[in-house]
């Protein structure tokens, strides 16, 4: 059974093109976001909550960006335009979560509860990775990152529950671990600097280029004062 919110929005899809555009720009950012290697190569957790990390992460780079070109050009067209998209992307992250939790089985009445949660969750995030994206600071974003997708201890916005694969703080402090999340710090930065030559048309056309996934983990990815 399709949920009330996702009928409201596929009329607002049909009325108003916008939508759509915000749609595909949200599926990319989900099909990068599912690349096996960030999965295999990198160690993030391959559960329901490591997925959504992957997402969430993607998404935030997706609004840095639009949120960017929002601020250089306040009060003109392209502006506007920008601002707008981002507010729908992240409109549609929490439509697919909607559905997502409504299919693993979680009541109707929950629902609302814990997508409250989520966007607690989501916008947490999102101000510990734009601070550490707006000041270039890969050893914050690293942080962040092994702190959000790698050492998570909380009870899942999705299941409920401390997911089993994630390790807690026994994880972060896993060299392995942390070479990976330097190694998915550098790329998200990297994703960064390729939006920024995205056109405003380019992103409303869900065209995303996004950089490949790291092949390796290199040693350096764990400065010698986090080794200590």
Do not use: C
Not at 62 to 72: D, G, K, P, S, V
Not at 189 to 198: D, Q
Not at 204 to 224: E, L, M, V, Y
């Amino acid at each position: 059974m399709i949920a009330p919110r996702q009928i409201w929005r596929n009329v607002v899809d049909a009325l108003f093109p916008s939508g759509r555009r915000a749609r595909a720009l949200y599926a990319s950012a989900v099909a990068q976001a599912r690349q096996p290697a960030f999965y295999a190569r990198l160690q993030v957790p391959d559960t329901p909550e490591g997925r959504f990390e992957m997402i969430a992460l993607h998404v935030i780079l997706l609004i840095e960006r639009l949120m960017r070109q929002a601020a250089a050009q306040r009060g003109m067209a392209h502006g506007a335009h920008a601002a707008k998209l981002a507010r729908e992307v992240q409109e549609s992250l929490f439509d697919d979560m909607d559905a997502s939790l409504r299919e693993m089985g979680v009541s109707d009445i929950a629902v609302p509860r814990r997508i409250r949660k989520l966007g607690v969750a989501f916008y947490d995030r999102m101000a510990r990775y734009h601070e550490a994206l707006a000041s270039d600071d890969a050893q914050a974003l690293k942080r962040a990152i092994l702190r959000h997708i790698y050492a998570a201890t909380e009870p899942s916005v999705l299941t409920g529950r401390v997911s089993s694969a994630s390790g807690g703080p026994q994880r972060e402090n896993d060299e392995s671990v942390r070479q990976a999340a330097g190694a998915l710090a550098r790329y998200a930065l990297l994703a960064r600097e390729v939006l920024k030559e995205v056109s405003l048309d380019d992103l409303r056309a869900g065209n995303i280029p996004w950089p490949a996934p790291p092949a390796t983990i290199a040693k350096q990815d764990a400065s010698p004062t986090e080794r200590t």
